[in-house]
């Protein structure tokens, strides 16, 4: 299993992004998709969670990011509008394919990762 990860890029601060991740061949069944983010020199953190009846964000992301997601195509998708220069990162997509409770904001919580993808927002 494979997940890609697309959509980063070089954009100014307030500007926007889509970013998308998607099984890499035939989908598979998914009881959710994540994005986190890594900062050189920081740990990696949780973005947003699509879980099929729910999205959740961080708080450093509420009202400006914005997750969505086809399970069943496995694919995952994060809008990120007024970007700030402090979201620059390299973005993980994520996926977990065990039913049950899970804490999704921790990466642990996740099975399948994809490659990531880069985010610079200039100031």
């Known amino acids: 299993v494979q997940l890609q990860a697309s959509g980063g890029g070089l954009v100014p601060a307030g500007g926007s992004l889509r970013l998308a991740c998607a099984a890499a061949g035939r989908p598979f069944d998914t009881y959710a998709m994540a994005w986190f983010r890594r900062a050189p020199g920081k740990e990696r953190e949780f973005v947003a969670v699509d879980k099929w009846d729910r999205h959740e964000h961080a708080d450093s992301v509420k009202g400006r990011f914005s997750v969505s997601g086809d399970n069943a195509k496995s694919t995952v998708w994060l809008q990120m509008n007024s970007l700030r220069p402090e979201d620059s990162a390299t973005y993980y997509c994520?996926?977990?394919?065990?039913?049950?409770?899970?804490?999704?904001?921790?990466?642990?919580?996740?099975?399948?990762w994809g490659q990531g993808t880069l985010v610079t927002v200039s100031s």
């Open positions: 994520a996926a977990r394919t065990v039913p049950g409770n899970f804490d999704f904001s921790q990466p642990t919580g996740y099975n399948y």
